[in-house]
Every structure is written in C-alpha cells, then in structure tokens.
Nanobody
C-alpha cells in the first residue's frame, strides 16, 4: 500500500503559476509510475500528465503541453506538477495517482492508488 497526499492548490489569476506536490508514504520501496489527473464539475477525470518510474518517459495532454511539467524526486518520494500560464479552463480538482509498474500509464483505470485531491481555481 502507498498513501498519496497532494498539496499546492489554490486560487490564481489567469496567466499565473502553481506547483502541485504529491508526497508518497507507505510501501515506497517499489518503483511506481505516477500520474496527475484533474476533474472539473460535470466532466470526466482526465490525465493531464504522467511519468514512468525513473522519469525517463512523460506524457502530457494536448491541452497542457508546453504549460505543465511533471517531475519526480525519488529520494524525497515527491512528484511535482508545475503549472504555468494557467487558464480558467484549468480549474478542477487535481489528483495524484500511482501504480506499481515501471511503464507509463495514462488511463484513470490503470492506477491503483489515489490522493484526496487538491482544488485549483483559475480566475479570469
């Protein structure tokens, strides 16, 4: 079992930046693929970024390419999502996820562990 806790959400004006953090605890001696998902009211949960176990492969949704960056600090057991040039349509609850697998995964059904989510609100 691994526990995930997100932090760093908040209210920001359009064009601003936020950095989300996901701290893992528990059984962290296994290599995990990690993902950041978001869910806006009335919409399905979507993967915005994912990273494989060693950080060598990443995925970004088209809507965030060039604006968001996913990274991981394995020593600290933290995964980050740097979000720049934020838009009102980025407003959502953002979730961190993990799967005990070396490869990259982008489907919500692919992940076994989830954080509680952190709200990101971008005002126009």
């Amino acid at each position: 079992q691994v526990q995930l806790v997100e932090s760093g959400g908040g209210l920001v004006q359009a064009g601003g930046s936020l950095r989300l953090s996901c701290t893992a605890s528990g059984r962290t001696n296994i290599n995990y693929a990690m993902g950041w998902f978001r869910q806006a009211p009335g919409k399905e949960r979507e993967c915005v970024a994912a990273i494989n176990w060693n950080g060598g492969s990443t995925y970004y949704a088209d809507s965030v390419k060039g604006r968001f960056t996913i990274s991981k600090d394995s020593a600290k057991k933290i995964v980050y999502l740097q979000m720049n040039s934020l838009k009102p349509e980025d407003t959502a609850v953002y979730y961190c996820s993990a799967r005990a697998s070396p490869r990259l995964w982008v489907g919500s059904a692919d992940y076994d562990y989830w954080g509680q989510g952190t709200q990101v609100t971008v005002s126009s």
